[in-house]
Nanobody, 121 residues
Framework: QVQLVESGGGLVQAGGSLRLSCAAS????????MGWYRQAPGKQRELVAT???????NYPDSVKGRFTISRDNAKNTVDLQMNSLKPEDTAVYYC???????????????WGQGTQVTVSS
């Protein structure tokens, strides 16, 4: 009964900015980490940004310095501020959360449905 819903995708010109948002809801006992992954056509899904419960972040070199992840632990939300966007950033962006459900004693991975980000030149 856990659901992740993304919003905020769209079309922007190179050099522009977008802010993605994701909200987790349902039978959640706790959330250990939240983040964002992306997948371009013909490519594997790749890490964009993650944050654990004490604020530690992880970014690949491709987005470091341009993207910023933030979380509101009380509201079970995570945002991704994307600045200085490049055409190479074009992909479907997926919200991710490592969640312990109320009905399960372990941690499970959950994914949103994805939101399209397109950067034109």
């Amino acid at each position: 009964q856990v659901q992740l819903v993304e919003s905020g995708g769209g079309l922007v010109q190179a050099g522009g900015s977008l802010r993605l948002s994701c909200a987790a809801s349902g039978s959640i006992f706790s959330i250990n980490a939240m983040g964002w992954y992306r997948q371009a056509p013909g490519k594997q899904r790749e890490l964009v940004a993650t944050m654990d419960n004490i604020g530690s972040t992880n970014y690949p070199d491709s987005v470091k310095g341009r993207f910023t992840i933030s979380r509101d632990n009380a509201k079970n939300t995570v945002d991704l501020q994307m600045n200085s966007l490049k055409p190479e950033d074009t992909a479907v962006y997926y919200c991710y959360a490592a969640i312990r459900p109320i009905y399960y004693s372990g941690i499970r991975d959950y994914w949103g449905q994805g939101t399209q980000v397109t950067v034109s030149s």
